[in-house]
């Protein structure tokens, strides 16, 4: 079962609940409130959805997010004399969607909308499900969408290098400090970390699966690089179970600590926008593993990334491909321990070089105690080595292909 972290789903419902009873929307005229009711009724279960888009129920949230966009988008309409949705033109929708880009229309705050894209969006949804509804009537409608601008803003991080997360996990509770330390390891989203159980942790807490039924895009298997020690020492101090989270502590009671760790411990440029959350950890593993990846695919993958855009999206403005150097591709505990493997390795070598020489010495001696003992023969000695064969005589020595030393070379020790 997965976690209910804001307590979204019983708030929905509740609100869906009563609009559908009443049939009516605040803010919104009843023909359009219910046009909001039935595509959010249909979404729900499933239907009616874009055969473009994933099959299935849309979640509270998303459900949530479609309606509030919606509700604004018809209420602005109506302000402007359009009391039918559906036959609003092409024309008015750009009209209204430029003005809240140029600032003509502003947020509760005085400024430009700078999600203006996530707005159209919403509203695409919206007339590509009517346009199935009629369609299934056996009507034809036009897509009055195409031409709409999905561009916005992205929405502000706050960055951190990887000594400003120690900083924080440094003064972060108890509880808190080995579920920071995973969040940058692992790049998991705030959901995936708030479902997590220490069952979904394999191999002594070095790998964590990341299972589908709690992960936006897919599930997926990862090895933790820099978390599992702390994670271990963190799960046998508490004495968690297997079906426990690992997160004790709800994501608003996170974000509550961390928004005034950051206020205390970074700079006023890096929280100009917003204030620091559990988000912002993935953004910064993100701009952590980005140079230590050397493929695409499995960056894609650690994070749960369908498209390559979402890495240009987490880390565009960083120009860390610029600044790495070597000893940067790798992660702090790997370098390690590749580093204790590599003395070991020169040790050996050293040893066995040291081995070697003294054969060729032993071999030599033995070499020249032959031809002397040559020497006093009548006639030639055939003698079988480890390194093959040679004829000694009075004369000098003959090895297998055919050369000839003089004596008087082993004699001065050539």
């Known amino acids: 079962m997965e976690r209910n972290i804001y307590n979204n789903e019983q708030r929905f419902s509740n609100w869906f609940n009563k609009a559908e009873k009443n049939g009516k929307i605040k803010g919104t005229n009843p023909k359009h409130s219910q046009l909001i009711i039935s595509i959010i009724k249909d979404f729900r279960i499933g239907i009616n959805v874009s055969p473009k888009s994933k099959k299935g129920a849309r979640s509270c949230i998303r459900l949530d997010t479609i309606k509030n966009r919606l509700v604004f988008i018809f209420k602005r309409l109506e302000l402007r004399g359009i009391k039918d949705i559906t036959k609003v033109k092409p024309e008015q929708l750009h009209e209204l969607f430029n003005d809240m880009r140029e600032g003509v229309i502003k947020t509760k705050k005085g400024v430009p909308y700078k999600s203006t894209g996530d707005y159209v969006k919403s509203f695409k949804v919206f007339w590509h ?3 199935l509804v009629k369609r299934k009537e056996g009507k034809i409608i036009d897509d009055i969408t195409i031409d709409l601008d999905c561009r916005g803003e992205k929405p502000k991080f706050v960055y951190m290098t990887k ?3 120690e900083r924080v996990i440094e003064k972060a509770s108890f509880d808190l400090k080995p579920v920071l330390l995973l ?3 692992s790049g ?27 992960s936006k895009t897919f599930g997926r298997k990862i090895k933790l690089m820099l978390s599992s020690n702390q994670i ?8 968690l179970r297997p079906d426990d989270f690992i997160c004790q502590k709800l994501a608003p009671t996170i974000n509550k600590e961390l928004r005034k760790l950051g206020k205390k411990l970074l700079t006023p440029d890096q929280i100009k926008y917003k204030n620091l959350t559990l988000y912002d950890f993935r953004h910064s593993s993100a701009c952590f593993w980005l140079p230590i990846y050397k493929s695409e695919a499995a960056l894609k993958y650690r994070f749960g990334w369908i498209k390559s855009e979402m890495i240009h999206y987490y880390t565009e403005f960083l120009g860390m491909k610029d600044t790495i150097t070597q000893d940067d591709m790798y992660v702090d505990i790997t370098k390690t321990q590749l580093e204790k493997q590599i003395q070991e390795e020169q040790k050996k070598r050293n040893e066995l070089e040291e081995k070697y020489n003294l054969i060729e010495r032993r071999l030599k001696a033995i070499e020249i105690g032959l031809v002397t ?8 000695v055939v003698i079988q080595t480890p390194i093959g064969q040679f004829d000694a005589s009075i004369s000098g020595t003959r090895w297998q292909d055919d050369r000839f030393k003089p004596r008087e070379e082993y004699e001065n020790g050539s």
């Open 373 to 380: 003992q040559a020497t006093q023969q009548t006639s030639p």
């Open 183 to 185: 969040a940058l390891d």
């Open 129 to 131: 499900w009517f346009q």
């Open 163 to 165: 000594e400003d997360v």
């Open 188 to 214: 998991a989203r705030t959901k995936e970390l708030m479902n997590l159980k220490i069952s979904d942790f394999n191999n002594d807490f070095t790998e964590l699966i990341i299972r589908d039924e709690i």
């Open 232 to 239: 271990k020492e963190y799960v046998n101090k508490l004495g």
